[in-house]
Structures are given as C-alpha cells and as structure tokens.
C-alpha cells in the first residue's frame, strides 16, 4: 500500500470543492489537509500549507486561482477554475485527448481541469478534427444544456427558492463569449471558434453537448456508423467513454435522451443520430463528475501515480 499523499482543496466549501471532498474522503491513500478559516486569509499559512501538500487542488474563482499559484514555485497544482486551461505552460486535465496526453498530466506540476461543456464538445470533435472529417476551418454549431448545479453555488440557491415547474429551461451566454469557448476551440484543433449556445435546465445535475453537422459541410462522405467506427476505435480501452450504437432503444424514452444517465459517475456517452444529409453527435456526461470533480481526481490520481479509476465510478 503506498503511503497516504497529502491534498489540500482550496475552496472546498464550494460545489466543487465539496464533489471531489466526498470522492477523496473515504480513501485510506489521501490525506486531506485543512486550514482555520482566519488563518486561511493569511498568505504565508496557505503557503506552508500549500508546500506541505503533495497536490493542491484550487476550487476557486478565476483571479483567485491566478493569485494562488504565486504562492509556491515547487507545489503541484490542479486547477478547477477557467484561469490556465489554454495556458501554454499548463497541461489540460483531459487524458482522453491524445495518445500522450496521459503522460503529459502524470508528468506535469501544473493541471488544468476542463470545463464540463469543453469536455462533452472535445471529445466529440476532436477525433473528426484528426481524422479530416470535419476541416480546422469549418462553421461548427453546438447546443449544450446543463443542470443548474453548473452555475455554481448561486445559482443552486436560485434554484432552491423555485416550485417545481416554475422555472423553464433557458438559454443564455447571449453575448455569444462563454467562457469555455477558447478551449473548446483550442483542444478540438479547430481555427475558427464554434457557435455555442449553451442553456440551463430545471434539474440538478447532468448534461448534453450537440453539434450538428451538415455532410455537405464535411470533408468527405461519411454515415453515422463511419463516426461511431471512428469513435470506438479512438477511444478503445478508454474507462470513462462509452460509444453508444444505433439503435438506440435503451436511451431513448419514447424518442426523448435523458440528460441525467450518467449522473453519479465519471463517464460520458458518446451518441451518432442521422438522417439524409445531417448528422448529430451527442455528448452526455455529468457536470460534476466527468465534467467537475470526477475529471479532477481522474487527474489527481494519474499526477500521484495511483489507480486511475481510484474513488471514481465508470
């Protein structure tokens, strides 16, 4: 048994901070460090505490997360936040993203961990990307819904004050900049930003990425059973993604896709629908877990060389 490594959670008390604190907690291998509140505001304290740590996991808003790391030159961090995930000197936590990008996160002091919207996008485009299906250039348009646990703690306490049905799902990012667009962009290997339009639904926790493609707009000729091909051989003994073939009895509720199956777990399904000349492939995943905390002790384990899959379900 290795010995126990030593983590300290910057922000814990957030909805993050507390997803990866309950999937660290029972583990005999961690060690969770913890500091008093007041002593917390005093920089040298977060200091030793942070180089007393083998990781530090920042759970914290984005100047905040930038202001921490110049706290220590030596510590490892984890970065919840949006600050560093096209920061040229931080790996992005996705080890499903490349042949080495595995190494890459065991490998590095600094990890950026993906935004939830990003990972269900990446994922989908990315292999069409590399594959020359879907060209560097191309217009891609992409609809996303979350549960409101996305937004935070603010909004979870929004929720919290509404009547069941009170609240439709609704669009928003109407200035057409969310803030996942650049890695959504960078590590899908595309030069010109997707047209994302994300929405939040009345319901806690789960998520659907969708990018509709035209074939007239592709690279090449392909049916829905070329990209699930395509997909099962990228990710072939990938834990976490799990590509889901047609026909599609058991994920379709009378011709309606749950948003919320894999929620509790670290996986994220990946779905071709098609007809004529369209195609749609869709990305389910749990916001907090493949898309949150899941994502972030998926990485956490891989940078201390433990079991992947250690506190983490499929």
Wanted: with cysteine; net charge negative.
């Amino acid at each position: 048994m290795s010995a126990s490594a030593r983590i300290f959670i910057d922000g814990q008390a957030g909805t993050t901070g507390l997803e990866i604190t309950e999937r660290l907690t029972a583990r005999d291998d961690i060690e969770l460090l913890s500091i008093d509140n007041e002593q917390r505001k005093r920089p040298e304290t977060r200091r030793e505490c942070f180089e007393s740590a083998d990781l530090v996991v920042l759970c914290l808003p984005d100047e905040a997360a930038r202001e921490a790391i110049k706290l220590s030159e030596t510590t490892r961090f984890i970065d919840a936040s949006t600050a560093h995930r096209v920061h040229d000197k931080w790996v992005y936590g996705l080890p499903e993203l490349a042949p080495d990008q595995r190494n890459a996160i065991r490998e590095s002091r600094l990890v950026s961990n993906p935004g939830c919207y990003a990972t269900g996008f990446v994922l989908s485009i990315r292999p069409l990307v590399d594959e020359n299906i879907v060209s560097k250039n191309a217009l891609i348009r992409t609809h996303a819904l979350s549960g409101y646990s996305g937004g935070g703690r603010q909004l979870i306490e929004q929720y919290s004050r509404v009547v069941e049905d009170e609240q439709p799902t609704r669009p928003y990012a109407f200035n057409l900049s969310h803030k996942h667009v650049p890695e959504m962009q960078r590590y899908a290997g595309l030069e010109l930003a997707p047209f994302f339009m994300p929405s939040v639904g009345n319901f806690f926790q789960g998520m659907l990425v969708q990018t509709p493609l035209f074939l007239q707009e592709l690279n090449r000729s392909v049916q829905p059973k070329d990209l699930v091909e395509i997909y099962q051989n990228r990710y072939a003994g990938e834990p976490f993604v799990r590509v889901i073939e047609a026909p599609f009895d058991n994920e379709l509720d009378e011709g309606y896709l749950s948003p919320t199956a894999c929620n509790g777990s670290n996986r994220i399904d990946l779905m071709v629908f098609g007809r004529d000349q369209q195609i749609l492939v869709v990305a389910r995943l749990d916001n907090l877990g493949k898309g949150a905390a899941g994502a972030a002790v998926q990485n956490l384990n891989l940078m201390l060389g433990r079991e992947e899959s250690s506190g983490i379900s499929e």
